[in-house]
Each structure stands twice: as C-alpha cells, then as structure tokens.
C-alpha cells in the first residue's frame, strides 16, 4: 500500500479568493433571481432599486477579488499562475490523453495542481467570471448609473436642464427620451450576454462541484480540504511533481 505523503499546493491568496468567490457567486446568484422575479413577486420600482444596488456592491466585491486573482496569475506560486491553470504547453494533450485513459481504465493519474481536465473547466470558469464581471459593471451603470461608466451614461441621458450628477434610476422624465433610447440599445447586448451567462455559470458551477465529487472519490486528494489547508494529501507522486 502506497504511504500517504502531503503536497504544498494552493497559496493564502488562491484560497482566500476561491472562498470569496463563492460567498459574491451564491449572494449575486440570490439577489439576481429576486430580480429576474421582481414582478412575480410584487416587489415596487423602490425595491427593485434596493435589489440592484445590493447586487451591484457585491459584484463590485466579487470584481476587485477576480481582478486579484487574474495578477496573482502572474505573480503567484507555481500552481496559481497561467502555466498551471491554461489547458496549453508543448506535453498538455499527451497529459490530456494519459489522463482520460487513466480515468477511464479506473486508475487516473494524481496531481497536485489541476489535472488536464481540470485545467479546461478553470479556464472556462474564469472566461465566464470576467465576462460577468464586465457585462455586471456595464450594466451597473446604465441601470444606476454606478461606476466605472455611471457618470458617462448619466451625462449622455441626462435632459437639458437636469444635472447629470442628480440624476437617479427609474426618473424617465428626468431623462432626454431620444438619448435614453440610445442608450438602452447599447445596453441591450450587455444585459444579453450576462441574462445567459448567469445560466451558464449556474450550469458550470454545478459541474465544478459534480467533477470536485467525482474526483475525490476516484482519485483522492482531499480537495476540498486542499482549499483550507493548502496542502493535498496523495498516495502516489502526483504527474506535475518534479521534486
């Protein structure tokens, strides 16, 4: 029987954002389904403004943690950066291969990192993160005019004798009616891309989780305590070890 030996894997920051992350994801995806039902459940222009504003800040949260979580790619530990997370590099489709036949003869190699596949759901995870993000802080301020184009939006919508810098969500007849269709044709695509991309993340999260199971039953590794820990504890010299 193989002796059981730990590998130092996730950093503090990796962690640290990995929690977050989850802790804005549930918060936006609960505050973002009372929105999508507002009308469903009664709620007035008020509340829909308290529920928006709510989303926002935690969005902004969930942003500034992803935008960490992009630099530390480039300047943290060997397992947190691009090279370790990106499905590329001269041997990723032999690994690729290795392990998807690994895994389907019932003995997948062990990694500390992510493995092969791992790689190409983190990827997607992350692509998918950023476009909320940004699509999120578009909408922000078009819808509140909030940061970072709340202020621009606000002075192209603003009518002639209203202050663009009074001005507040759901006050049409503050607004220049031409310029304010304007610019919900601009909005449009915006607020698009994030009604699915909130479905999608709802169906990548639940995979994430499935594969998480999936893993820790075939191939050990405590993951999910690696994400406290910072450590995997295996039973074989995992393939990314060179030590």
Known sequence: MNNLKAYPVWDASVRWFHWLN??????????????????????????????????????YVFALNLLWRLVWAFIGGAHARWGAILPCGESYLTELRHYISGFIAGRPRQYVG?????????????LLLVIQAITGLVLAGTDLFYPPIGTWIANWVAAADVN????????????????????????????????????????????????????????G???????????????????????
């Not at 549930?26 to 469903?40: E, R, T």
Request: aromatic share 10%.
């Open 22 to 59: 989850l802790l804005c994801i549930l918060g936006l995806i609960a505050v973002g389904v009372a929105i999508l039902n507002a009308k469903a459940l009664g709620v007035s222009n008020d509340g829909k403004i308290l529920l928006k504003t709510i989303h926002v800040w935690i969005g």
């Open 114 to 126: 992510h493995n092969p596949l791992g790689r190409i759901a983190v990827t997607g995870l992350l």
């Open 164 to 219: 663009p810098a009074l001005l507040a969500p759901y006050a049409p007849e503050t607004y220049d009616k031409v310029a304010y269709e304007a610019m919900r044709a601009f909005r449009k695509p915006f607020i698009t891309v994030h009604y699915y991309g909130f479905y999608a993340l709802l169906a990548l999260v639940s995979l994430h989780i499935l594969a998480v199971v999936v893993t820790e039953l075939r191939e």
């Open 221 to 243: 590794g405590s993951l999910v305590s690696a994400m406290f820990s910072g450590r995997k504890i295996l039973s074989e010299k995992p393939a990314d070890y060179d030590q």
